[in-house]
C-alpha cells in the first residue's frame, strides 16, 4: 500500500487497534475494519464488539483475534489494553448511547479514540471529552465520513482561495427513504435503535443525518452558524422522534441557508448534497456520484471536474488512490479519514508536530459542534420553530 | 394545426385578440404571440405595446396590425374594441404595475381576459378582478405557464389517483442567476422594474418566481396552504427588494414544505424543480428537461417516464403534439394554456356548457391565490420570519 | 413575432404556401404547419393534403383555406397556383415514394420548394431536381430538421473557428425503437409505409435515420465522406429492408467515424446523437436534450454550455427565440430552417445576393449527398460489408 | 471483514500471496494490494516488484516483508518459493510481455496464478498456460476487473433469465482520451510501453481497452463471437500501434455489435459502456456510475435500478458490502475478484467441488479468448477491415 502520494508513509509496522461494537448484524462495525484494512496502516488486534459475549467471541474468531483479547465490556478492555499499552487507539461504533461512556473510558486510559458520529446526547459530555483529549493529548477522531472525499476537499480548497467570492447561501439536504414504512415495527434492529430515544438521543434524522449536512456544510466553507430555525416533523405513523427536518440557518458574516434532512423521502437511498453560492460562482456536490465536482463560475460554462482528470488542489488529489475514472466510493473516504489520523497518530508518537494537513480529519471539536446544532435545532422545533441563538 | 387530439378543434375561423404590452424589447410579448400562434386559434388585430405610441406604431407594422386598432393607452383600446365587439379576448403583458388597471379596463367592457403573473399588488384588487369577471361571465385566465407541460398534467393525475399516497412532503425550487450582478444599475430594463417597488410591488423575487413554485404545488398537489413561515433575502449589494427566499409551509391536512427561489444562485438558468413525497412514492420535474417525469414508487425502482412514450393520463396526453424524443418545450406550454382557453371560449360563447377539463387552464382565482402567498411571505418575513396564517 | 434577431424581419405580408401531404394522421404535415405559424412568416393558402380527396377537403376546412385551393393531385395544384402565381413556395412531405415527382411539378412551373428528407430514390433524380432548381433560380430547402438548433449551430461555428482542432473522430447514432415489434403488421400505418420498399424505397433505416447521422455531422464538422462500409440488419422478424444498420467512415482529410441507426433498440425515442472528436478538444450534442451543447477542451474541465446563457457565435444565438433555461424544442428547430429559408425567398424575390447566413438551410445539394450516402450504404451492405468508394 | 455475504468466509488464517511486477511508480500493484487487503483474506509475503532490485527492496521494506522473500527475479521467487510451499497463490501485474513466462513459472511449480490482462500475446501462449493450469489442477484468474461490479453480475442474470428477451443488438465502448498528446515522448512510462510492440503485443488499444469490452460483453450476455471486422487507427502523431479502434462483431445465433474503443476520445476518462439489446428490452451500465443499471422493459419506463435498493439477483446481490447509495467503486469490484478467487481457492485446497458461484472470477479461458480477439481484431484491419472468422 505504498504507491499514493498522502495516503503512503513510512513506519515501522502497523498500528495496533480495539474496536468497541461491530458485532454480528452491525454494518457499520465491518465497514470501519475494510477501511482501515485499505490502505494496510493499522490491524485490529483486541474488541468488545457486543453486549452478548458469545457474539463477541464470534466476531473475534473470525477476524482472527486471540481469545484473550476479547472482552465482555469496553470498561474492561480499556482497563487490560490499557494497562498492557497494547494498543494504539480505540475505535467506537456503537449505538450512540454507548459513545460517551466508551470514549470517556479509553481516554481516561490514555488511549487515542475514533468514534462514530453524534458524538453523544448533550454539550456537557462533549465538552467533557474534549477536555479530556486535551489535557491527556490523545487525538480524538469523530468519523463524519463524507468530507473524507477528494472532491469535497478540492470545494473546500476552492472556497479558501476565493474561487467562488464571498459566500451568500447554502442549500443542503440529505434525503433517504428507508424509513418510509414503519421498519422499527416491523423487527429492523437499526431502525429500532434509531427511533429510540432512549438510544439515539433527542433526535433521530436530525442526528443521524442532519448533522452530516452540518459538518459538511461547516467544513467545507468554514461558516460558522449563528442562529437555527427548525421544524422537525415526525411523518411516518406512530413515530416518537423526528424523520424529516427543514432547519433554516443564519451564519455569521451574512450568509444564510437552508438544510432539509429526511428518512421518509421516496426514492432517496442516501441523498446527501450541497450547493454553495458565493457571489462569483457556485459548488454542487452528491455523494451518490462523489467523483464528481459541478462549478459554475459567473462568466464561465458550468463545468463538471473529474478527480483525477482535473487539476485538484494538493491536498485533495493525495487522498485519490486511482486514475480519473476509475470510481472510488465511501470504503477510500473513510480510508482517507482513517489514514490521516493513523498518520497523524505516527507523528504524534514520534513526537513530530503536526500540521495543518495531518490534522484535516474531524475531532471531537466538530463532534461537539454536531451535539450543540442537533440540540439547537430540537429546542427550536419544540418551541414552534423560532430562531435558537447559538 | 388539426392534428393533435385535445389541441384540435373545430371552429368557424380564428379568434380575435388584443395586446396590452410586448412591444419592443418585452421579449414576454414575442413570447405570447408565437404561442398563441402555434395551434393557429387566434389571430392578434389590434394593440397597444407600449406607453410610447411611436413603439406601438413600429410593433403594429411589424404584425401587420391595422393602423386604426394601435392605440395608446389601453383604457382607450378597451372602450373602442369594447364597442365595436371586434376583439375575442386582451392580452396582458406589462410589467406588474399595470395589471389590474388593464384587466379591470377590459372586464368592465365585457372583453374576456389573459393576463401574466403575477395578478396584481393586493388581494383587494385581486378579488375584485375575480368578482368583476364572475358578475360579467367573463373567462379570465392567469399565464403560469409552466402548468402547461404535459408531464406536469401526468404529475397531477397521478397524484388524484393516489399513485403516490398521501402527500406528506414537497421540496419545490426555483433558483436563476441573472441578479447575481447588480443588473438594474447596468441599464438592464427588465432587471430595473422588477427590483423596484413601485413596478413590481412588495416582492422581486417571490413575486416573480416564488408565486410559480406556490401555482405549481397548488396545481399538482391540489395541497392547500394554511400558513407560511418566510425568510427574504436582500443578497445583491444596495437591492431594496428581496432577491432570495426561503419559505416553510403546512398545508392543510397536515403535510409540510420547502420552497426556495432565488435570483442570486450561480449556475442556474431558470431552475424551476419540484419533488413531491407521498406515503408509497414520489414525483420529480425540471422544467430545464420537461418532456421527463421521475416517478419513485416504493417497491419500484426509479422510473423516469418520457412524454409520449410511457402512458399519460388522457388529459396529460392530449396537450402534446409530437411523438416521444421529440423535444417540445416553453412555446408549447404556453400554447396549451392558450388553446386550453381558446376552446373554452369558442365553448362559452356558443352557450356550451364547460367542463373540468375545458377550464384546465390557471384563472383569476390562481392568481388572487398567487397574491396571498406573496404578501404572507413579505408579512412573516418583515416579523422576522414568524409563522403567518392564511 | 418581431422580437428575435435572426428570426426578426420586415416584410410586407406574410408569404403563401401550399402543401403536399399533411393529411389526417400524417404527424409531419401538422408539425410543418405549426412550426411555420411559429414565427408567422407565411400562411397556408393551398393544399393537397391526401391521395384522397374527402380527405383533403377535410383538412382544407379545418385549416379555412378557400374550397377553390384544394386540389385532387399535386400536379393540378403546381398548374393552376403556379398559372394564377399565387404561391410562393410548396412544402412536400408525402411519403419518400412521392417526393421526386411533387418536387418535380413544382420546379418546373417555378414553384420553389420545401421538400421533406430522403430527397427521393436515385441518386440520377436528385440531380434532375438539383438542376432544374439551379436552372430556374429557385430556392429548394430539405427539411433535415435537427440542423436547425442553436446548439447545433453553435458546434459548427466551434469547429470553424478551430476551437476543438482538426477532426480525428467521429461517433454519431440514431437509436429508436418503434420498430422492436412488427408495427406494419399491427396496422400501424406509419410502419407500413416505412418497412416497404415501394413507399419508402431501397432502405429503411438508413433512408429515415441513418441519412439524419449524415447529413448532421456533415453539417457540423464540414468533413466529406470518401467510403463507406455499412452491415444493414433486418433484426425484426419478417423484415424486407433493414431496421438496424451499422457503418464505417473514412472522411477525405484522413478523418474516421461510425454511425449507427436503429429502430429496434429498446429504450430508444429519438437518440439522436453526436460527438465529435479533434486533437484539441470534443462536442457533444443530444437532440433530446438540444439546449445544451457539451464541450470538452483539452486542459479544461468538461463544460456544458447552455444556449443563451453561454457565449453562442452570432448565427447560433441569434436562432434563438427566449432566454436560458426555458426550453426550445423540435418545433423552433424546423421553424428555424422554415424562417431562414422564407427571408432568403424574400431577398432572393427582391433581387437581393444572398449571404452564407441566408443560405444557411439545408439545400437540394444535402439532399442529393443523402441519397448517394443511403446508396452507397445499401450497395456496401448488399457486397456483404466491403469498402464503397464515393 | 466477516459481514458481508459472499464476501463472508470462514478460514483459519489469510491465505498468503506473492507478486511479480507492481514497484514504485506502477500503479496497478498497489491497486491489486489493496483490494486484497479490503477483505482480508490474504496478505502478501513474497515479491519480486521491479527488475531492479533496489526497488524491490525498498517496496518490500515499506510493505513489511521479510527480506528473505524477495526476489531479484519471478523465476527465483517461483522456484525458492514453490519448493518451501510458503505460498498460496501468485499475483502477476507487470507489463504485458511478461505474464506469459512468469505465469509460466509459477504453473510448473505447482503454485495457482492470478494474471492481469492481456493474459499473453500469442494464441499458442494462453493454450500451453491454459494446459498446464488445466493438468496441474491450479486455478488460473485473469483479472478482467469490470466485471466484479454487482450491478454488472446484476445485468448478467437478467440476460440469463430471459428479461429482456433474445439478444440482437451490442453497442459498447470504452473510450479514453489520455493518448490524446504523445505522451510516450513525454516521458509518461506507461504510455512508453503501451505504445511500444515490444512491450505491449500487436495492439495498444485493442489489446488494453477494447479486450475489456469483448470480455464485458461475452460475460454479461453469454454470446459467442463468429467474425469480427475491425478498423485500428493511429490518430496520435507518429504512433506503430492502435489507438483507436472500431469493430463490427457477429455472434453466433445471428445477434450483431459494434465495439469502439479509443485513447484519443477528448473529454473521456474511463468511459467503458455497454449497452444490450434483446427483443424485449435492453440493458445499458457505465463504469463511471457503476452503482446503477438502467433497464428499458418493452412496456414499462426506463427505470434505474440501484445496487441495495432494488432487487437484485443473490449472486449479484452477495458481493455488495454496504447500503444503497453508498457508492461502491473500482476496488469494491477488484475485490469481488479476488475474494471469490481466494474462496475458490480455499474449498479448492480443502478438495470441496467447485460450484458456478464459486467460479464465478475471469479464468484463463476469458484470457485466451481475449488473445484471439486481439489477434483477430489485428489482422482484420491489416487486410483492409474484412471479415475475419473466429
Redesign the interface.
Known amino acids: 500500500?505504498?504507491?499514493?502520494s498522502a495516503v503512503k508513509t513510512?513506519f515501522n509496522?502497523?498500528l495496533r487497534y480495539c474496536m468497541v461494537g461491530g458485532g454480528?448484524?452491525?454494518?457499520i462495525?465491518?465497514?470501519h475494519?475494510?477501511s482501515i484494512?485499505?490502505?494496510?496502516m493499522a490491524e485490529i488486534t483486541a474488541g468488545c464488539f457486543s453486549r452478548s459475549f458469545e457474539n463477541t467471541l464470534e466476531?473475534g474468531r473470525?477476524?482472527?483475534i486471540d481469545r484473550n483479547r476479547l472482552y465482555k465490556t469496553f470498561e474492561e478492555m480499556a482497563e487490560e489494553e490499557g494497562k498492557a499499552g497494547t494498543i494504539d487507539f480505540a475505535v467506537i461504533v456503537t449505538p450512540n448511547v454507548s459513545h460517551y461512556p466508551a470514549a470517556k473510558a479509553f481516554l481516561r486510559r490514555g488511549i487515542h479514540v475514533v468514534c462514530d458520529k453524534p458524538l453523544c446526547f448533550e454539550e456537557s459530555e462533549a465538552r467533557e471529552l474534549a477536555e479530556l483529549a486535551e489535557r491527556n493529548k490523545l487525538l480524538f477522531c469523530v468519523t463524519y465520513t463524507y468530507t473524507g472525499f477528494p472532491a469535497v476537499k478540492h470545494a473546500r480548497e476552492m472556497i479558501r482561495h476565493g474561487e467562488?467570492g464571498e459566500l451568500?447561501?447554502v442549500?443542503a439536504?440529505y434525503p433517504?427513504?428507508w424509513l418510509?414504512?414503519p421498519q422499527e415495527r416491523e423487527g429492523n434492529k437499526q431502525a429500532q435503535w434509531r427511533t429510540d430515544p432512549q438510544w439515539t438521543g433527542e433526535s433521530n434524522c436530525v442526528g443521524d443525518i442532519g448533522s452530516h449536512i452540518e459538518n459538511m456544510v461547516s467544513y467545507v466553507t468554514g461558516l460558522r452558524i449563528r442562529a437555527v430555525?427548525a421544524?422537525l416533523?415526525r411523518?411516518g405513523p406512530g413515530r416518537v422522534l423526528d424523520d424529516?427536518a427543514?432547519i433554516?440557518v443564519e451564519y455569521g458574516g451574512g450568509a444564510?441557508g437552508?438544510y432539509?434532512s429526511?428518512q421518509?423521502?421516496?426514492?432517496?437511498?442516501?441523498?446527501l448534497q450541497f450547493?454553495i453560492?458565493?457571489?462569483?460562482?457556485?459548488l454542487?456536490w452528491r455523494?451518490?456520484?462523489?467523483?464528481y465536482l459541478?462549478?459554475?463560475?459567473?462568466g464561465?460554462?458550468?463545468?463538471?471536474?473529474?478527480r483525477?482528470?482535473?487539476s485538484f488542489y494538493p491536498r485533495a488529489q493525495s487522498l485519490s488512490?486511482?486514475?480519473?475514472?476509475?470510481?472510488?466510493?465511501?470504503?477510500?473516504a473513510l480510508a482517507n479519514i482513517y489514514t490521516t489520523y493513523i498518520r497523524a497518530l505516527v507523528k504524534h508518537k514520534a513526537g513530530e508536530p503536526l500540521t495543518e494537513d495531518d490534522l484535516d480529519f474531524p475531532t471531537v471539536k466538530d463532534g461537539l459542534e454536531g451535539v450543540r446544532f442537533i440540540h439547537a435545532c430540537v429546542e427550536s422545533s419544540r418551541r414552534?420553530?423560532?430562531?435558537v441563538n447559538y
Chains 1, 2, 3, 4 share one sequence.
Not at 24 to 27: D, S, V
Open positions: 500500500m505504498i504507491e499514493g513510512r509496522g502497523k454480528p448484524g452491525a454494518f462495525g465491518d465497514v475494519r475494510r484494512a485499505l490502505d494496510g466476531t473470525a477476524l482472527g467562488i451568500i447561501y442549500a439536504e433517504q427513504d418510509i414504512s430555525l421544524r416533523d411523518l424529516n427543514t433554516l444564510k437552508v432539509w429526511s421518509i423521502a421516496a426514492g432517496y437511498d442516501n441523498g450547493r453560492f458565493g457571489r462569483r460562482g457556485s454542487e455523494v451518490e456520484d462523489p467523483n459541478t462549478v459554475s463560475q459567473v464561465k460554462p458550468r463545468a463538471v471536474l473529474s483525477g482528470r482535473d488512490r486511482i486514475p480519473s475514472g476509475h470510481p472510488e466510493g465511501y470504503f477510500e414552534g420553530a423560532v430562531w
